[in-house]
C-alpha cells in the first residue's frame, strides 16, 4: 500500500537532508500548495476511473493481488471510516494493518459499483485526511501512487503534474524506500525529465514518476529504466 512513512517536513530544506538533488527555484511547498494538489489529483483520478470499461475495473494493479477496483476502494477508505471503525478493524486483524485494508479494499470493492467508487475521490477531494504519519506529503503520495498502480498497470499515459511529483521526490530517502520494501542504497537515481536525483553509486534513470514508483516498492513496466540495476525493479 502506499501509506507514506516520509517525514513531513516540505522544500527545499527537506531536500537537501533527504540528500535530494533538485532544481525548486528555492520555493517551499506550502501546506496550501499540498493540500491543492491533493484535492486536483483525486478529482483528476474520479475523471480517469468514470471512464474505465468494466474489463479495466477487473484488471490487476501494480498492487499485488488487486485489481483496479480493489486499489480505487482502498484509496478513499480513509475519508470513509471514522477513527473508531477503523482500529477496530485493525483490532480484528490482530494489528496487521496491511491485513485490515487488503481485507477492507475487497470487501467495498465488492460492495460498491465503478462510479461510486470513483464518486468517493470527487467527493472527498478536499478531505483533510492524511496517513498516520508523514502528513500532508503523505497523503498526496497515497494518491498519486495508487493513481500510478492503475494507470501504469492499464497502459494509461497519464504523466502526473510535474509539481506533484517534486512534492513527493522531495520526500523520499533510502529510508523511505526500504519501508515500502526498495532498496536503493548503493544507487543514484537520476530522473530524465525533471531535474532531479537522489544518491550515488551505480545509476539508475528513468522518468520520475517511474522512479516514485521504485521508490514506492513497485515494479515498473519493461524498458522504462536505465542502468544495470534496472532489472530489479521491473515487472516480470
Known amino acids: 500500500m502506499a501509506d507514506t512513512g516520509n517525514d513531513a517536513e516540505t522544500g527545499n530544506d527537506a531536500a537537501t537532508a533527504n540528500g535530494n538533488s533538485t532544481a525548486n527555484d528555492g520555493a517551499a511547498h506550502t501546506t496550501r500548495d499540498i493540500r491543492a494538489a491533493i484535492a486536483a489529483e483525486r478529482r483528476e483520478l474520479a475523471d480517469l476511473l468514470e471512464g474505465l470499461s468494466p474489463e479495466q ?3 490487476p494493479s501494480l498492487c499485488a493481488g488487486w485489481r483496479v477496483r480493489e486499489v480505487a476502494a482502498h484509496m478513499s477508505l480513509g475519508f470513509r471510516h471514522p477513527l473508531p471503525r477503523v482500529l477496530w478493524e485493525l483490532a480484528k486483524a490482530g494489528g496487521r494493518l496491511h491485513r485490515m485494508t487488503d481485507r477492507l479494499a475487497r470487501a467495498e470493492a465488492a460492495a460498491f459499483p465503478p462510479g461510486d467508487l470513483a464518486g468517493f475521490l470527487r467527493d472527498h477531494a478536499e478531505h483533510p485526511w492524511t496517513p498516520p504519519v508523514g502528513g500532508f ?9 495508487h493513481g500510478l498502480d492503475i494507470t501504469v498497470a492499464l497502459g494509461i499515459p497519464r504523466r502526473v503534474p510535474e509539481e506533484r511529483l517534486r512534492i513527493l521526490l522531495d520526500h523520499v530517502t533510502p529510508k523511505s524506500a526500504k519501508f515500502f520494501g526498495a532498496d536503493i542504497v548503493g544507487l543514484e537515481l537520476h530522473a530524465e525529465d525533471v531535474d532531479w536525483a537522489l544518491g550515488s553509486g551505480a545509476p539508475l534513470s528513468g522518468s520520475a514518476q517511474d522512479l516514485l514508483l521504485v521508490a514506492f516498492g513497485r515494479g515498473v513496466p519493461p524498458g522504462r529504466l536505465r542502468g544495470e540495476a534496472a532489472e530489479r525493479f521491473t515487472r516480470a
Do not use: E, F, T
Not at 506529503?137 to 501512487?145: I, K, M, N, R
Open 137 to 145: 506529503p503523505s497523503a498526496l503520495g497515497h494518491d498519486v501512487v
Open 57 to 59: 475495473w477487473d484488471a
